[in-house]
Each structure stands twice: as C-alpha cells, then as structure tokens.
T-cell receptor, first 114, second 111 residues
Framework: DAGVIQSPRHEVTEMGQEVTLRCKPI?????LFWYRQTMMRGLELLIY????????DSGMPEDRFSAKMPNASFSTLKIQPSEPRDSAVYFC????????????FGNGTRLTVT | GQQLNQSPQSMFIQEGEDVSMNCTSS?????WLWYKQDPGEGPVLLIA?????ELTSNGRLTAQFGITRKDSFLNISASIPSDVGIYFC???????????FGTGTSLTVIP
C-alpha cells in the first residue's frame, strides 16, 4: 500500500523565494497534518485538516505560511517569502477516524533557505 | 502546549542488551504512541496504547501505558544493529485535539 507521499524530498532556495511543499495522504484517510522538525524544537504541529477543512492553524508561525487542501488526496504548504530560519524538515502525516487515531508520516521535505 | 519529557536523550548499548526509555507528561493523556525515525525518513509507528495499564508488544518491542496516565514506557529486548534510530513518544491529552511529541531518544547499538 502506498504511504503518505511528499514532494520534493529536498528543496534549496534563496531567501525571499516562494516555496511550495506537496503532500498526498493515504487514500481513505480523513485527517491531514503538517509538522515541522528542527533540532531545537523537535516536531511541531503547524496545521491540520479534517475532511479537507482546516481545523487548527495555531501552529503556523506567521502569515508567510499558508496551507491548502483542495481535495481529499492533495495538500500544499506554502512559504512566501521564505527566510533562512524556515530551514527544517517538513512532514506531512495523515490519519483515519477519531482524534486519537495514529498518525502515518511521509518521508518529509528537507528545506534549506540560503 | 503540553510538555513531554522523554528520557534518556541518548543511549549507547551493546548488541544483545535490553533497552528501556520513557516519556512523562504534565497532564493526563488518553493515548500514547511510540515511533521510530531512521535518518532521512519520517517517523514510523511502532505501538499505540489507549488504556491505562495497557501493555502491548510488537516483536521485541513492548510498550506500557502508565497507571497514572501521565507516563509511558518502551522496552526493546535483545537489541540488534537495525534498532539504531531515534525513538519518539507522542501523547494526546483528554482535552487536546493534537498529539504532542517528545524530544526523542537516540539509540546506538554497538555490534
């Protein structure tokens, strides 16, 4: 079975550029999560969707970050403009069912902003 | 947000030894998850726990949901080199709507 698919795996960009990260959740899953992982802060939840609707975006660091889920099989996380402090690994995860259902993670996008 | 303390931060053990790590929270949780992350990959679910006192095994791995509902433990028996990685706990509180992750335990197995 295909797991959560993220693209690109690596992204290197210059400060000020727009970055778009993509995620395809596991088919049939109804919740989708975007996490950011850094050495200093570990895994932090940025935003999550339930049935394609954003439920909690309180973890989004600032207005430069935005996320969309136009349908059940696709989501994007956009950073515009990007800054060096945005460098991190961004993970997408999906789950099925209730709030306490386990999360299934993709392999992440390693973002480097120079 | 919730505070999850995971310990130890790192472990260096000989192949064949048993491993224990734990996670504690400042509030009561109703779900605990344990994940393993290999370099360059995403966390992979190992075990999920849903009831206080629950003890669940997955091969050589055993995890327990603490009676106080504020802690959880993961044990690995007879470690092998492929157990190397970072292990994370994640917990969901009674009133929460998101999982919070521990800071991870880095495991190194010396052949």
């Amino acid at each position: 079975d295909a797991g959560v698919i993220q693209s690109p795996r690596h992204e290197v960009t210059e400060m000020g550029q727009e970055v778009t990260l993509r995620c395809k959740p596991i088919s049939g899953h109804n919740s989708l999560f975007w996490y950011r992982q850094t050495m200093m802060r570990g895994l932090e939840l940025l935003i999550y969707f339930n049935n394609n609707v954003p439920i909690d975006d309180s973890g989004m660091p600032e207005d430069r970050f935005s996320a969309k889920m136009p349908n059940a099989s696709f989501s994007t996380l956009k950073i515009q403009p990007s800054e060096p402090r945005d460098s991190a690994v961004y993970f997408c995860a999906s789950s099925y069912g209730q709030t306490n259902s386990p999360l299934h993670f993709g392999n992440g996008t390693r973002l480097t902003v120079t | 947000g919730q505070q999850l303390n995971q310990s130890p931060q790192s472990m260096f053990i000989q192949e064949g030894e048993d491993v224990s790590m734990n996670c504690t929270s400042s509030s009561i949780f109703n779900t605990w998850l344990w994940y393993k992350q290999d370099p360059g990959e995403g966390p992979v679910l190992l075990i999920a726990l849903y009831k206080a006192g629950e003890l669940t095994s997955n091969g050589r791995l055993t995890a327990q949901f603490g009676i106080t509902r504020k802690d959880s433990f993961l044990n690995i028996s007879a470690s092998i080199p492929s157990d190397v990685g970072i292990y994370f706990c994640a917990g969901l509180s009674n009133t929460g709507n998101q999982f919070y992750f521990g800071t991870g335990t880095s495991l190194t197995v010396i052949p």
